[in-house]
């Protein structure tokens, strides 16, 4: 048997249903995997260990007497898990990687944490992350950068670094995370793990702390594609706190786990496979778009014309999103106060100097120079429009095929300290991940491979509700290799 840590939600689920471990050993055994390396990893900004070792002695009570009267409990029961800190947590810190949120503790919990633990998954802690999510390195967290488990010298990507980390490196079973632009996937793919981003809507946003409200969505990050089916099915579903979230039914996605492909059809985007892809990364996810023929997908070559178009799109919609829902933070009302100044106008000036970091102030300036009288039109509106074209490239490519593959990010895990001083080049590191989000579309990155020993990721995309049918191509994928099973050694 695998050691405790590196178990699946779903092989600790069997376990626990058979007496052979109790809660209370996993959560201890993730814990000391925890204490042994998160000083190198640092995946996480805040643990919990006694309240998480409190409730898994509870769970196991629950566990004994389901047991003894024969009531199949959640399959996520018991399973210790890690959220991104930019999710609200009742009575635990939550910051956004931002010292401007720094020893903030939200009075309620976010509807997807209600969910997980009403299903008795148990808390860990809360996980690093780019400063208010904006970021595929996790190098622009207020506090220090999270280090890839495969080589510690590199990058985890971002923002959700530390849950992609965190999970790769046996310090959780499994972690939420979220994808504004990739946030999910890019760090999924870099750390070898699987990382859904589902259709916007289908999660509830209530209590994520805002970035770019249009574009925001929470996903798992998971070992491997059916943990990441049985967290989908429980954090999704309508809530009537989120008006945009989605009033329909949610299908059982583990059922959806078939390994038979024969027939589904494919399509490769000719725009995914540009320069600037590495070759290893091209020739690894081209290696596994082969497997998907050969167990009998119909491979179809199609266009999603302004690809190239999603990057500077992003860049105007995120940003002006962001420097409205960051205008909050202005040390009145919560978070740090520089309240030493002459009049108000100056505190808030000295606050958000003093609380936000350069790739949130740069994304700030960019929102509100977007949005200002004279070039809103310029900008902003001529950004919505493209958009619409964008998710008109994916409609008509959806007519073609079932879903759409290619790489999840052109490039593995760089270096630290590589891309900080060229925001450009960071940028790109999502020019795959930024299209989805804004047709608000489903994508997961599954392990495909590795290349200079460092994971590659492919991406499956479907169109909107399209879950089932991504989870089906990346689950025949999974069974017919062996690359989700691969752990670094730490």
């Not at 998160?38 to 805040?46: P, Q, V």
């Not at 179809?300 to 909050?328: D, F, G, K, Q």
């Not at 959806?398 to 900080?420: H, M, N, Q, W, Y």
Request: glycine letters at 10%; charged letters at 20%.
């Amino acid at each position: 048997m695998a050691a405790l840590h590196d178990l699946t939600a779903h092989e600790a689920h069997e376990l626990l249903w058979r007496g052979e471990i109790s809660s209370l050993e996993l959560t201890q055994a993730v814990l000391d995997r925890i204490v042994e390396i998160d000083n190198e990893i640092k995946a996480y900004l805040t643990l919990t260990p006694e309240a998480a070792l409190e409730r898994a002695r509870e769970v196991d009570t629950l566990l004994a007497a389901k047991r003894r009267d024969g009531e199949e409990p959640s399959p996520l029961l018991g399973v210790p898990m890690a959220v991104k800190d930019v999710i609200c947590t009742e009575g635990i810190e939550t910051t956004c990687g931002s010292k401007i949120l720094e020893g903030f503790i939200p009075p309620y919990s976010a509807t997807v944490v209600e969910r997980l633990t009403e299903a008795g998954a148990i808390i860990l802690g809360k996980t690093n992350t780019d400063e208010f999510a904006m970021g595929s390195s996790t190098e622009n967290s207020g506090f220090f950068t999270t280090h890839n488990p495969w080589d510690t010298s590199r990058v985890p990507g971002g923002s959700s670094g530390g849950s992609a980390a965190a999970v790769a490196s046996g310090e959780a079973i499994f972690a939420l995370g979220t994808d504004t632009g990739g946030s999910v996937r890019q760090p999924a793919s870099l750390c070898g793990v699987v990382g859904l981003k589902p259709t916007y809507g289908r999660v509830s946003r209530y209590g994520l702390i805002a970035f770019a409200s249009s574009l925001d969505q929470i996903g798992p990050l998971t070992r491997d594609v059916t943990d990441c089916a049985l967290v989908l099915g429980v954090v999704a579903g309508h809530d009537p706190r989120d008006s945009t979230s989605l009033n329909l039914p949610i299908p059982n996605y583990r059922e959806a786990l078939l390994p038979d492909i024969k027939g589904l059809r494919i399509g490769v985007p000719e725009e995914y496979f540009v320069e600037g892809v590495e070759p290893q990364v091209a020739e690894v996810v081209r290696a596994a778009i082969d497997l998907l023929a050969d167990l009998g997908a119909e491979m179809v070559e199609v266009s999603l014309p302004h690809t190239e178009c999603a990057l500077p799109t992003y860049y105007l919609i995120a940003p002006a999103e962001a420097s409205a829902n960051l205008a909050r933070y202005d040390g009145v009302k919560y978070g740090l106060s520089c309240s030493e100044a002459n009049d108000i106008w100056e505190d808030y000036r000295r606050t958000r100097e003093a609380g936000f970091g350069p790739e949130v102030k740069r994304r700030i300036m960019l929102g509100a120079y977007a949005l200002s009288a004279g070039y809103y039109d310029a900008y902003y509106l001529k950004a919505q429009k493209v958009r619409t074209l964008i998710k008109e490239d994916f409609d008509q490519a959806f007519s073609k095929c079932d879903v759409l593959v290619g790489p999840t990010s052109p490039t593995v895990a760089f270096k630290i300290g590589e891309r900080v001083e060229d925001p450009l080049q960071m940028y790109l590191s999502d020019i795959f991940t930024l299209s989805q989000p804004l047709a608000g579309i489903p994508g997961i990155s599954i392990p495909c491979g590795f290349a200079g020993g460092l994971p590659v990721g492919l991406q499956i995309i479907g169109p909107a509700l399209g879950e089932e049918t991504v989870l089906r191509v990346a689950y025949a994928y999974e069974e017919a290799t062996e690359w989700h099973k691969m752990r670094p050694q730490l």
